[in-house]
């Protein structure tokens, strides 16, 4: 009930395509779903974030989806570049209660040149 | 940069040993979250603690403990060392108890030998 399943677990896609990562959460009481980027040696930076309220937010070249009857988030890049190349982690939340993230096994992203 | 600092950035000690992992959060926040990523268990929350408080437990360690100051910073504390504790610790801080955006810091790596 805990658990965010990630996938896939790696990616690779040509400049300019639009990757895209699923993730699936099975504990309704989630309300906040963000999304991590993370290069080699570095902290998870929060790049974008979604709220159950809504079906889709864009940040940039980032989208999240949200289908909250399916249970499901996902992660577009548009346009992607080889500086996207990095690991993606999508993680979820309450907005009340514990606050802890739970989060996917990430996403291993490669943008070929 | 994410305005969340961590100390050390390597570690490296022998099984057995005790070790302090510090951590100061961003400039205003008052929560602190631990986690630690390990290359099997990805991202895994360990404790949270919002104004000096304990406030979530995650999975962590009997051997292992933390603590906020009244100044905010936090350490975590890791005794009985064992190999299977090298990881990446990070630190996150947000601004309210509820860690809706969690801002991360640069980590520390651990190495267990």
């Known amino acids: 009930q805990q658990q965010v399943k990630q996938s896939p677990q790696s990616l690779i896609v040509q400049k300019g395509g639009i990757p895209i990562i699923n993730c699936a959460y099975e504990?309704?009481?989630?309300?906040?779903f963000p999304w991590y980027q993370q290069f080699p040696g570095k902290g998870p930076a929060l790049l974008i974030a979604i709220r159950p309220d809504v079906s889709e937010k864009k940040e940039g070249r980032f989208t999240i989806s949200f289908n909250k009857s399916a249970k499901q988030f996902s992660l577009h890049i548009m346009d992607s570049q080889p500086g996207d190349s990095a690991t993606y982690f999508c993680a979820a939340s309450m907005i009340s209660g514990t606050y802890k993230y739970i989060f996917g096994t990430g996403t291993r992203l490669k943008v070929l040149a | 940069d994410s305005g969340v600092t961590q100390t050390p950035k390597h570690l490296i000690t022998a099984t057995g040993q005790r070790v302090t992992l510090r951590c100061s959060p961003r400039s205003g926040d008052l929560s602190v979250y631990w986690y630690q990523q390990s290359l099997d268990q990805g991202l895994q929350f360990l404790i949270q603690y919002y104004n000096g408080e304990e406030r979530a437990k995650g999975n962590i360690l009997e051997r292992f403990s933390a603590q906020q100051f009244p100044d905010l910073h936090s350490e975590l504390n890791l005794s009985s060392l064992e190999l299977g504790d090298s990881a990446l610790y990070f630190c996150?801080?947000?601004?309210?108890?509820?860690?809706?955006?969690?801002?991360f810091g640069p980590g520390t790596r651990l190495t267990v030998t």
């Open positions: 504990n309704t009481a989630f309300d906040y």
């Open positions: 996150a801080s947000s601004a309210l108890a509820g860690g809706n955006e969690q801002y």
